[in-house]
């Protein structure tokens, strides 16, 4: 053995079982006293649900919109100055445009990659405010919102609408003429609301639409202002969430006072870092290969043109779709004008619809009176009322949103736009108002059924010496047997009724 | 060691390293790695293909192909390492009670109602100045910042550049004369001089449509707005402010895109199908001794959708 090798191991044994990493740890440790916390957060225990990766996928689409977006700054001028177009998109050339559309179509065009990126910019923002939407119907129908979660509710809540008004900014950016329309009726909307609305588009918009100032502006506050809260508060959700711990389903093992699951080292960090690469990756195939909001076929926004049979982005369908199918009723009286057809669907409405949804823990706690700590969650058949509720609301939203197509509905189905609009206004009051009664029975009977929130067994068939056949069900699964299933106490407004028969023990009151 | 009892949680620091929790999910782990294995490879193979296409200036959905393709399959490799050939678990963790005892709730109330209260009611003229200059600071910062952001609306809400006299010109600045139009026809106009500007063509926007006599219904105090058939109205729709853009020549209706207002052309304008709630307001029309189109006046009422102010 020669002595250089020698020496490498004395070195090497020097250091102890851990080797470098034990080194560095100890001198972190000796500054900044991290091996404590550290070593908890390393065993921190994720459940293993797979609706649990709903939000994940809004905070990873989230990340790629932060990456695309700092490239497309690099790219983008937040001017509204007229420029004479010469860059590589033949039609559009010798065109007077502002610089917000040139270096938009420029960049799409002129820059490596660029039209890969506002793609991926496009859908990551579409599908952020769709996973938002459906980890939020995750959280309510399970009943992932009671106490203690209430604020994490709030939070992610306020995430949401911040999500859906950058969304619409940054729709708004390259100055096209389906994004200066859409802007045209948001400051329509603005200007509807009694007393201030003038004032408040005037300030808005600095000064009667569509001005110079929009386009810096929603510049600013598209990829700094409202990032920058959307950032905070995801520190935050994710703060509550690792002081909270995780909610979790009903299982072997899992109690109000526990969190079964996988450890974040490694076992969890694997698979969610995998999960960021998917989502990047799933947005990145959809960048590639499915167009999506081409400006260049819009063309400039003039403000005396307008193109036919667009939508905006589905998150603001709902608002167009109210806006569509609300009647013509305008309110005069002692001078002043209240645009009712205006104010109700896109002011009013909304309001409504989102304060319900930041009152709703207090609210159910108030009419069940149910003030306990749950971190258990509900299947939604276990509690109708409350399913039915949001399954109505739901629909209704849903219905809204289709009612944002009706000429291309009209069109397409060869029917009169008279009486699609109508159909749109009967459903928006007839589907909620059925949704309710259906999405109750429905589980009421799931809840009743005997293999509720059990695997189905098999059926086995033996054939006996004498050529019987008996059919027999298997034993459950061991961890279907629910002898786990400690129900939390059963409210009164959300479940009117204890059910002995239905398999599930329901705790005394 | 039974299916059951390895499926029942432990704790990940009372475990032994021969536990059943600790060992691979896979049933057939080496399969799992090579598959894993594949994905890594594909990935790598991507992001080389990225790279030349990003070398060669390749399109975009090539580029996109590639960097997708690679993360795609990154992500599937690492996901199925860690679900199938790490530690299986199921592991427990116990929650903490978050909340602090009633004495430790008590003495931080204590703090602040006793301590701190204490300090504002020795101090009650100190502390009523200090909410006055907070209060002040606020109104003193808050309503400048929010004045700068834009102009009153006042007057501008109500008028347009359009004045008597004014020609109508179109998009290029060519003012219309009255044999530009066949009836039926129908040109987007502007004040002349303002076609250019922002408030031109965001305010001031009107349509001119020729219409045949016999169709035309004069409104009351209009006999003399719509000479040889030549009709105006304002392009503001008055649901929302969308220029009314589309023209249904055989109704003689306006249609606005955004949302399925119609305006009866023939019959003031007036809404006939959809959320608009008022009729596009008409702009007066004479022509002059030369066959041109002017206005006699500005509008008559505000243009555009409903607000406050409007009487």
């Known amino acids: ?509 | 060691m039974s299916e059951k009892t390895s499926r029942t949680p432990v704790s990940l620091q009372s475990v032994r390293e021969s536990d059943p929790h600790l060992q691979p999910a896979a049933k057939n782990p080496i399969v799992v790695e090579r598959v894993i294995a594949l994905n890594f490879i594909a990935a790598m193979l991507s992001f080389v293909g990225f790279l030349w296409a990003y070398i060669v200036n390749a399109q975009a959905w090539k580029l996109g192909a590639t960097f997708g393709g690679g993360m795609t399959f990154l992500g599937i490799g690492l996901i199925a390492w860690g679900k199938y050939l790490m530690p299986r678990g199921p592991f427990v963790e116990e929650r903490h009670i978050l909340s602090s005892t009633q004495d430790e709730r008590n003495a931080m109330s204590d703090a602040i109602v006793k301590r701190g209260g204490g300090v504002i009611q020795r101090r009650k003229f100190l502390g009523g100045l200090l909410g006055g200059s907070m209060a002040l600071v606020g109104a003193a910062s808050i309503w400048p910042l929010l004045r700068s952001l834009g102009p009153l609306p006042k007057g501008t809400l109500f008028h347009t550049d359009w004045r008597k006299g004014s020609y109508a010109v179109d998009q290029s600045g060519r003012r219309i004369h009255k044999n530009d139009l066949a009836v039926g026809s129908i040109v987007t106009v502007f004040p002349e001089g303002k076609q250019n500007t922002d408030n031109g063509q965001a305010v001031d926007q009107t349509v001119i449509i020729r219409i045949s006599n016999e169709d035309y219904t004069t409104q009351k105090g209009r006999e003399s707005w719509a000479p040889h058939g030549y009709v105006a109205y304002s392009k503001l729709c008055t649901h929302l402010g969308c220029p009314v853009g589309l023209y249904e020549q055989q109704l003689q209706l306006l249609v606005c895109p955004c949302h399925q207002s119609m305006f009866d052309v023939t019959n003031g304008a007036l809404p006939n199908f959809g959320p608009a709630p008022r009729p596009l307001p008409q702009l007066p029309l004479y022509i002059d001794a030369n066959g041109y189109i002017r206005a006699q006046s500005d509008f008559h009422e505000p243009v555009g959708p409903g607000f406050w102010e409007r009487s």
Not at chain 1, 222 to 250: S, Y
Not at chain 1, 265 to 277: I, Q, R, S, W
Request: aromatic content about 12%.
């Open chain 1, 1 to 509: 053995m020669s002595e250089a090798v020698a020496t490498k191991r004395a070195k090497r044994e020097a250091l102890g079982p851990y080797g470098r990493v034990g080194n560095v740890i100890n001198e972190l440790d000796e500054r900044l006293g991290i091996a404590k916390g550290g070593r908890t957060f390393l065993d921190k225990i994720f459940p293993d649900h797979w609706s649990f990766m709903l939000g994940e996928i809004a905070l990873y689409s989230f990340v790629v919109l932060l990456a695309t977006g700092v490239f497309l700054t690099f790219y983008y001028i937040p001017s509204s100055a007229i420029v004479t177009y010469h860059g590589s998109y033949l039609p559009l050339q010798g065109q007077h445009v502002t610089q917000a559309y040139a270096s938009s179509v420029d960049l799409s065009f002129g820059v490596r990659a660029g039209l890969l990126m506002r793609q991926m910019h496009h859908w990551a923002c579409d599908i952020f405010v769709g996973s938002i939407v459906v980890h939020m119907a995750r959280v309510f129908f399970t009943g992932a919102f009671r106490k203690p979660r209430e604020a994490n509710w709030t939070v992610g809540l306020t995430l949401l609408i911040l999500a859906i008004g950058n969304g619409f900014l940054g729709y708004s950016l390259p100055d096209d003429l389906v994004s200066g329309t859409g802007l045209r009726i948001a400051y329509s909307i603005m200007e509807s609301i009694p007393l201030v609305g003038t004032y408040l588009a005037f300030f808005v918009f600095g000064g009667n639409f569509p001005g110079t100032s929009m386009i810096p502006r929603f510049f600013v506050l598209h990829v700094l202002v409202i990032p920058l809260i959307i950032l905070g508060l995801v520190g935050a959700h994710l703060f509550l969430l690792v002081r909270q711990k995780h909610t979790q389903f009903h299982g072997p093992g899992r109690t109000e006072n526990n969190v079964v699951g996988s450890p974040m080292f490694p076992v969890f960090m694997a698979k969610t870092t995998g999960f960021l690469f998917l989502v990047a990756g799933v947005i990145g195939l959809l960048g590639a290969f499915a167009q999506i909001n081409p400006i260049w076929q819009f063309g400039p926004y003039d403000a005396a043109r307008i193109s036919y049979a667009v939508q905006p982005d589905w998150y603001m369908g709902f608002l167009d779709g109210a806006l569509r199918i609300f009647p013509a009723w305008s309110f005069h009286s002692f001078g002043h004008t209240i645009p009712l057809e205006v104010t109700i669907p896109a002011v009013v409405l909304p309001g409504i619809i989102f304060n319900l949804a930041f009152a709703w823990p207090a609210l159910e706690r108030k009419l069940t009176g149910d003030n306990a700590m749950h971190h258990l969650l509900d299947r939604p058949s276990f509690r109708p009322k409350r399913t039915a509720a949001g399954a109505a609301v739901l629909a209704f939203l849903i219905i809204l949103f289709i009612g944002s197509s009706t000429d291309v509905i009209a069109n397409f189905m060869h029917l009169s736009l008279n009486s699609v609009l109508w159909g749109m206004r009967v459903l928006t009051f007839v589907v909620p108002i059925i949704t309710y009664p259906i999405a109750y029975y429905l589980a009421k009977e799931m809840q009743r059924a005997p293999g509720a929130g059990k695997r189905k067994t098999a059926n086995v068939v033996t054939r006996s010496a004498t050529g019987e056949y008996i059919a027999e069900a298997a034993p459950a699964y061991a961890e279907d047997v629910h002898h786990e299933l400690e129900a939390t106490p059963v409210p009164t407004f959300i479940e009117p009724e204890q059910s002995s028969d239905n398999g599930v023990r329901t705790a005394p009151r």
